[in-house]
């Protein structure tokens, strides 16, 4: 069975930092475009960084450029989420998708928006306290 897991999330002062980590399992991610999303209390979810399974293509919500950055390993099946200086807006749920384009040059694409996205991880928490 298709599956990602996030992991990574906690509590993290302002001035610190997190790595959030998502690995899959059943697929390989290589293959796949993937998106990090996350939800603030009592919000809609937004879209907070993207890859593309090709061309090392990347994108980042305004609100997270220069401060996110996102990578992935795929000798380790994994998507990373490094976040430095977070804000008190940044504590959300985070989430990670991914999703498989049957046109090689779609795997090109860096996506922001939710809805093309097939598969989703479970979330992880993260916490922004002084």
């Known amino acids: 069975q298709l599956q990602l897991v996030e992991s990574g999330g906690g509590l993290v002062q302002p001035g610190g930092s997190l790595r959030l980590s998502c690995a899959a399992s059943g697929f390989t991610l290589d293959y796949y475009n993937i998106g990090w999303f996350r939800q603030p209390p009592g919000k809609e979810r937004e879209g907070v960084s993207c890859i593309s399974g090709s061309g090392g293509r990347t994108n980042y919500a305004d609100s997270v450029k220069g401060r996110f950055t996102i990578s992935r390993d795929n000798a380790k099946n994994t998507v990373y989420l490094p976040m430095n200086q977070p804000h008190s807006e940044d504590a959300a749920i985070y989430y990670c998708?991914?999703?498989?384009?049957?046109?090689?040059?779609?795997?090109?694409?860096?996506?922001?928006?939710?809805?093309?996205?097939?598969?989703w991880g479970q979330g992880t928490q993260v916490t922004v306290s002084s």
């Open positions: 998708a991914a999703v498989r384009f049957s046109i090689t040059a779609d795997r090109g694409m860096c996506i922001m928006d939710a809805r093309p996205y097939v598969y």
